[in-house]
């Protein structure tokens, strides 16, 4: 049970930088990231692992996130679903309101941009 949703706590979504300007306290979420997460976890009934949702200035820039990285707002989220092929997930988000859909070999990013859709 979480403390911002049904399945989610504002932990999973801070930034996950050591050593970095924020150390650890920006944890911001956007609301409707949340809505399309749960839809996701209730869609595959299964778990998902949040590996990077926010993240500060300099976490982004020593991951190499791009300087307009919507992790930098509170508004993206990289995430697992257990057991479930990344394509699948960025498959179904890609149906959903998403701005950016980005399916990796490991994990899907999805993010609430409004200003474009973005697909990788």
Not at 28 to 37: A, K, Q
Not at 65 to 82: E, F
């Amino acid at each position: 049970m979480g403390d911002l949703s049904e399945h989610f706590s504002r932990s999973e979504f801070s930034c996950k930088g050591t050593d970095c300007d924020c150390k650890g306290t920006f944890d911001t979420v956007d609301s409707e990231m949340l809505r399309i997460l749960e839809e996701i976890r209730s869609h595959f009934d299964r778990p998902i692992t949040i590996n990077s949702a926010c993240r500060c200035k300099s976490h982004n820039a020593r991951v190499g996130g791009s300087d307009n990285s919507q992790h930098l707002y509170g508004r993206a989220a990289d995430i697992v679903v257990a057991g479930v092929d990344p394509a699948l997930v960025a498959e179904l988000a890609d149906q959903m309101d998403c701005g950016g859909v980005g399916e990796y070999d490991s994990f899907t990013h999805i993010d609430t941009r409004s200003h474009q859709i973005a697909r990788w």
